[in-house]
């Protein structure tokens, strides 16, 4: 795979992020603030997509030699 490549998977794989942050904004904005076990499996499923894409971005953004020693505060 070229940089090209991976720069055009990146790219993608940070479009899929913003969409699943977008679903969890959307989540957020309409719960109700007491969570039924609905509510709980839908936020659980939100997170997990949101992981998996920012994990596949940073993968991809690894290869290319983009990497920040430490991001935690």
């Not at 969570?35 to 949101?50: G, K, S």
Request: hydrophobic share 50%; aromatic share 4%; glycine share 2%.
């Amino acid at each position: 795979m070229t940089d090209d490549d991976i720069v055009r998977r990146a790219r993608r794989a940070a479009e899929l992020h913003l969409d699943a942050v977008r679903d969890m904004e959307r989540f957020i904005e309409r719960f109700a603030g007491t969570p039924d076990a609905a509510a709980l499996a839908e936020y659980a499923t939100l997170l997990a997509r949101e992981e998996a894409t920012r994990a596949d971005r940073q993968e991809l953004l690894a290869a290319l030699a983009l990497e920040a020693p430490s991001v935690e505060p």
